[in-house]
């Protein structure tokens, strides 16, 4: 299969890509832009279709011949770019030449697979894409089922957020939902659900996570809501010692995970 040429920055399709970076493009469209080598390579590890594919050999150089041929075979359509117009519909200061175009798939609670001892990361009006990505990743690293996503206040298909996930947001299994749908499906799978608060709860290490579980974390500045902290089972803390008043939201989500996966083993 030969590659479609284009050169022009002013190309309908070079512009149709740029347009991907804003969430309304990507709403009206039902598609978004899965920018870098080891993004894409996680990608297609999750099994899900590309129907375009574009590269910039001006910019990777074929470094990659190998994944290349890889990403050529799975992708329904191939384009090479020039170096000007890759650079436009690129949203990083540093391109590395390669990009994707991939359909948004549904992410409601129905589509859920659980295990037997589900863990979860619920997370309430996340608003921050680096806070969110780093989040799906580490749940990737630390074996969660599933995350759910409450109202987020930003879009699951953000560059950023796919960027500092490393692409591994594809093979997790994400759902968005709000808060009451949400507590109505733990309930209904028997999953008791652990609120994480800055003060009050129990110290972290001294209850049992190691059964089913869903982790509640709440937004980056308001915290958790009072909805969660009515519904849930029991409230969590990370002690800590220092003058500091709370953490990074992405670094409470892997400190909770982290516990979980270690009592389980």
């Known amino acids: 299969m030969n590659d479609i040429i284009i050169q022009s920055r002013q190309n309908p399709k070079i512009k149709f890509l740029a347009g991907l970076r804003k969430k309304r493009d990507r709403d009206q469209h039902a598609c978004f832009l899965v920018e870098g080598s080891k993004e894409l390579e996680n990608y297609l590890a999750s099994g899900r279709p590309l129907p375009e594919f574009f590269h910039c050999p001006d910019i990777h150089k074929g470094s990659r011949p190998a994944f290349l041929q890889k990403v050529r075979d799975s992708a329904t359509t191939t384009y090479e770019l020039s170096p000007h117009a890759f650079e436009k519909v690129s949203g990083r200061e540093n391109p590395d030449g390669w990009l994707g175009l991939a359909p948004i798939q549904d992410t409601t609670l129905e589509t ?39 109202d987020p206040l930003v879009d699951l298909y953000n560059p950023n957020v796919i960027r ?35 003060e009050g709860g129990q110290p972290l290490w001294d209850q049992d996570l190691s059964g089913p579980l869903a982790l509640v974390m709440g937004n980056e500045a308001l915290g958790l ?23 990074n939201l992405s670094t409470a989500a892997s400190i909770c995970l982290y516990e979980a996966l270690r009592q389980r083993n």
């Open 225 to 247: 809501g009072e909805f969660w902290q009515e519904q849930a089972t029991l409230q969590l803390s990370i002690p800590a010692p220092g003058p500091a008043d709370s953490l």
């Open 112 to 150: 859920l697979r659980l295990s037997a001892k589900p863990l979860l990361l619920v997370l309430e009006g996340t608003e921050k894409p680096g806070n969110l990505g780093a989040m799906l990743r580490t749940a990737n690293a630390f074996g969660v089922d599933a995350v759910i996503c409450n």
């Open 164 to 198: 500092t996930s490393r692409g591994l947001l594809f093979s997790m299994q994400v759902a968005t939902a709000g808060a009451k749908e949400t507590a109505g499906f733990l309930q209904g799978h028997n999953i008791p659900a652990a609120a994480t608060v800055c």
